[in-house]
């Protein structure tokens, strides 16, 4: 049938060619289901956007039972800078109840590949549920501390390991281990969201499953 829709079809065609020459199959197949994007694609040029976090792991169990916040944190927590010690002590540690209450969940956990911002973070895996205060304690508890909880295995010991936490504003918290002598403990990096932080390749994502 020679209609005017398949001449523009056989011509976008013809023009979309020898794009795909260079595509690989993935790229290929991303052009199949979003047809729609072909005729902007044959003037800019064929290119499609490299996702940036790659899955390590998914629904690992983490838990926690009770404890005493402030009793907890002076024993684990150390900051590189005095304004992430004055951001985390007034905007996430005081939304916190003194007593943090037993927690339990799966985590999946996503490793950066190129640098990515928070903002890119949190879209790329789809806008997860973020953790509240009590459950970033929980978490963090569960990972750091108390015995062996399967998702601890993931945590990168040589680049920060990344929870957002919502407090009503989100913060990205980014834990690394200290390597200071005599120091035991874990450095929190502390960044507002809405700052368009990022973080490097090589960084983890723990979040919720």
Not at 28 to 50: C, N, T
Not at 78 to 103: D, V
Not at 119 to 142: H, K, M, Q, T, W
């Amino acid at each position: 049938m020679d209609t005017p829709f398949v001449k523009r079809a056989y011509n976008l065609g013809l023009k979309a060619v020898p794009n795909f020459t260079a595509l690989s199959e993935e790229q290929i197949a991303y052009y199949e289901k979003h047809l729609d994007e072909l005729p902007a694609a044959v003037k800019r040029g064929f290119v499609v956007s490299e996702k940036r976090l790659k899955l390590i792991a998914e629904n690992v169990s983490v838990s926690t039972r009770s404890f005493e916040r402030d009793q907890f944190f002076d024993e684990v927590l150390h900051f590189g800078f005095t304004e992430f010690k004055e951001t985390f002590t007034a905007e996430i540690l005081s939304a916190m109840p003194q007593e943090i209450p037993s927690f339990g969940g799966t985590l999946s956990v996503v490793e950066i590949i190129r640098d990515i911002s928070d903002l890119d973070i949190l879209s790329e895996l789809g806008c997860p549920r973020l953790f509240n205060a009590s459950e970033f304690a929980g978490v963090v508890s569960g990972l750091l501390m108390h015995g062996y909880n399967p998702a601890s295995g993931f945590l990168s010991d040589r680049f920060p390991n990344v929870i957002h936490v919502d407090t009503g504003k989100v913060f990205a918290v980014g834990l690394r281990p200290s390597r200071e002598e005599g120091s035991p403990g874990w450095f929190f990096d502390v960044y507002p969201v809405e700052g368009n932080s990022s973080w490097v390749a090589g960084c983890r994502v723990f979040f919720h499953s």
